[in-house]
């Protein structure tokens, strides 16, 4: 399994930037999907997630009306739009695929699979 993360960049406050990972290898629609990111000198933490039917999706609570994440398994690729930026959004971002149908989509240790990140800055 591969994942390609794209469409991170530079964006002023308040602004927008959709997010895009394609996967190759695997059954996609049959996993869930997430987004982390990681800050310079902090953990990488839960940005949002996705079933694998993508009926059902999960944020983290400063995310919450801001960013939404879906799906086109058609596509075997999952999305992140993000509005309403702010400069603390500034991180690299990182889509994953959980290990399996169960179990927590909030933890990193959920997800066996990883893209190499993409870099998104917002400027004040």
């Known amino acids: 399994v591969q994942l390609q993360a794209s469409g991170g960049g530079l964006v002023q406050a308040g602004g927008s930037l959709r997010l895009s990972c394609a996967a190759s290898?695997?059954?996609?629609?049959?996993?869930?999907m997430g987004w982390f990111r990681q800050a310079p000198g902090k953990e990488r933490e839960f940005v949002a997630a996705i079933s694998g039917s993508g009926r059902s999706t999960y944020y983290a609570d400063s995310m919450k009306g801001r960013f939404t994440i879906s799906r086109d398994n058609a596509k075997n690729t999952v999305y992140l739009q993000m509005d309403n930026l702010k400069p603390e959004d500034t991180a690299v971002y990182y889509c994953a695929r959980k290990k399996s149908g169960i179990g927590s989509y909030y933890y990193t240790n959920e997800y066996a699979y990883w893209g190499q990140g993409t870099q998104v800055t917002v400027s004040s």
């Open positions: 290898g695997g059954i996609f629609s049959s996993y869930g």
